[in-house]
């Protein structure tokens, strides 16, 4: 029987490195190391309309990316021989493909229409689903209706999302996003450091009357989001001069109810979620409670659709024209075989400022790792540092490393046809400039070109553009929530797609928990009476015996002009 090597499988626990399918790319990525895009598209006029592709809206242009047919071919191969149908289909059957925890990954239940069926452990969750989005969309209706009053018969005008992380960036980057569509009267804040000038600064100006507080936290554990929810129950009784109007102004959003009734929480005032939604996924569940008070039930919905959307197609389309597969695929091209350690996020879009930070989170909390799903090493580069800033403004502070720096950068820009602003003379010349950024990453400027434009020869070598920059471009109509959320998914799938090529787990984040067991044990050194006996390495320990002297203002030195703050 004849059997396509491509498709041979691997030796039991052998790396991904192992499989024919990836040593032809390896190859094929040394055969065109040295292809310059320039080459590529002046042998191909049709390049710029093939290499696309569109869903849910969102037209993906990576005609840019330095890649050939054959690498596409090959990109898809390998794919294929990852399995990526099965372990796509996995995460949709609700599947434990969180296998260090044992848990499902069924981000896409949250949006699915109520007519379809979703199951996890023989349940079908999505009556749960739409029974609490349901039960948000009421609470969203009170309070922007004005139904719902806070203790003193005041409505509702300011709400404080405290949360961190998947609690927070997500709601936060929506709320930004979506602020045209939001009402203009309610003002909504976002609180996640356990640094107090996050939690005063936002509320310094806020009258608790007329503040709604949302605690956001899946476990209802985490130290920062507990600090500053004690710090709201204190503004707040201090503010209403009663503990008991607590209960009117906090809400809670936690798959933790034993934990907010032992914060005093009312279980009618939380709204819940399941384990099967990982935080840095969950925006579209009870956690963007704040989108939906923002910009209301509704334009939430669409929200939603516009994730649905894209979980549909990612589910079902072409691998070859598949928007999270091609946009994965790339990323593992770029960062495996051309040796790319980032990936910049230019949002051409001032609304989407937050997305590079919320971006960050899942791409690098999901794929930085360092291990296979069965606990080897990985003999090979995975998750990028994921980096970004909105354009114009990256222009004129670090695109001179993208496009004459000595590393390899690829971007990621997204922009709009339609701005929600369109203030005369702007919103052109904002795309004009993605895409002339795209072009002079792509094909540079020879040393030619820059002589016959005049340049005296001292100056030619500082003037060229190398060129060859890889990068893909985004296009939509507009950023509205349903474009909005098919971006998102389009991100999260193709965290999953890079993942499965690199066979690691993008859904759990031991990671993080190092650096917090450490800091419950150095807090109270931080504060014990007299010298206590510290444990440490000699730097922590030097750190933590200046940090009490600095602290008790022991540390010697004079107080300058100009140290006490005004407030
Ligand atoms: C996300 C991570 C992490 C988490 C925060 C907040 O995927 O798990 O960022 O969201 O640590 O956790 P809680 O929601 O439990 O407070």
């Known amino acids: 029987m004849h059997r396509d090597p491509d498709r041979v499988p691997p030796a039991a626990g052998a790396p991904r490195s192992a499989l024919p399918a990836w040593a032809a790319l390896a190859a094929h ?79 896409v239940a949250l949006r699915a229409p109520r007519n379809r069926r979703f199951m996890v452990e023989g349940h079908d969750v999505v009556p749960d689903v739409h029974a609490v989005l349901d039960r948000m969309a ?25 949360g961190i992380g998947g609690s927070d960036l997500g709601p936060a980057m929506a709320c930004e996003a979506l602020r045209p569509y939001s009402r203009r009267d309610l003002t909504v804040r976002f609180v996640s450091n356990v640094d107090g000038a996050d939690f005063a600064e936002a509320t310094r100006d806020l009258d608790p009357a007329e503040t709604l507080v949302i605690v956001v936290s899946k476990t209802f554990t985490t130290l920062e989001t507990m600090t500053n929810a004690h710090t709201a129950r204190r503004w707040l009784t201090a503010g209403l001069g009663d503990a008991g109007a607590v209960a009117r102004h906090v809400v809670a959003v936690s798959a933790n109810t034993e934990a907010t009734a032992r914060f005093g929480i009312a279980p009618d005032r939380v709204f819940g979620f399941w384990d099967w939604v990982g935080g840095r996924y969950s925006m579209g569940s009870a956690v963007g409670l704040a989108v939906m008070l923002a910009v209301g039930p509704a334009h939430f919905r669409a929200m939603l659709d516009g994730f649905h959307a894209m979980d549909e197609h990612f589910r079902t389309a072409p691998f070859a024209c598949n928007l999270p597969v091609l946009s994965g695929l790339l990323a593992v091209w770029c960062t495996t075989f051309l040796g790319a350690q980032t990936l910049a996020v230019i949002p051409y879009d001032q609304s989407l400022r937050r997305l590079p930070a919320y971006l960050q989170q899942l791409c690098m909390e999901s794929n930085g790792k360092s291990v296979t799903h069965a606990g080897a090493p990985v003999p090979y580069a995975t998750g990028p540092i994921v980096w970004g800033e909105p354009g ?33 003379g702007h919103h052109d010349l904002l795309i004009a400039s993605m895409l002339a950024q795209a072009e002079a990453l792509a094909f540079g400027q ?25 990068s893909s471009v985004l296009l939509a109509e507009r950023l509205d929530p349903f474009t909005l959320g098919a971006l998102v998914a389009l991100y999260e799938h193709s965290v999953f797609v890079q993942a499965t090529i690199w066979d690691i ?21 931080l504060t014990a009476p007299g010298e206590p006996a510290l444990g440490h390495d000699s730097s922590t320990n030097a750190l933590i015996r200046r940090y009490r002297r600095l602290r008790a203002g022991r540390a010697g030195g004079d107080r300058r002009a100009g140290a006490e703050p005004e407030s």
Not at 85 to 95: K, N, P, T, V
Not at 446 to 467: I, K, M, Q, S, Y
Request: aromatic fraction near 8%.
């Open 392 to 424: 114009t403004n990256g222009q004129h502070s670090f695109f001179q490393l993208l496009h004459q720096g000595t590393r390899l950068v690829p971007c990621d820009f997204i922009a709009f046809a339609r701005s929600a602003y369109p203030l005369p």
């Open 505 to 525: 787990n993008p859904f759990d984040q031991w990671g993080v928990e190092l650096g917090k067991a450490l800091a419950r044990r150095i807090a109270p050194e």
């Open 29 to 107: 990525a040394r055969e065109v190391r040295d292809l310059h895009l320039r080459a590529l598209f002046a042998a191909d006029p049709g390049r710029g309309e093939r290499l696309a592709a569109e869903a849910a809206g969102i037209y993906l242009d990576y005609a840019k990316q330095r890649v050939t047919q054959e690498t596409l071919a090959r990109l898809l191969a390998l794919a294929e021989a990852c399995d990526l149908r099965g372990r796509i289909d996995a995460m949709f059957r609700g599947e434990p493909v969180n296998t260090t925890e044992g848990r499902a990954a069924l981000h």
């Open 446 to 470: 020879t040393a030619d070109e820059v002589r016959a434009a005049g340049t005296p020869e001292a100056l030619v070598a500082h003037r060229t553009f190398a060129g060859n920059r890889p």
């Open 138 to 162: 009421t609470f969203a209706d009170a309070v922007r209706d004005g139904a719902w009053r806070g203790w003193t018969g005041r409505p509702i005008r300011h709400v404080v999302n405290i």
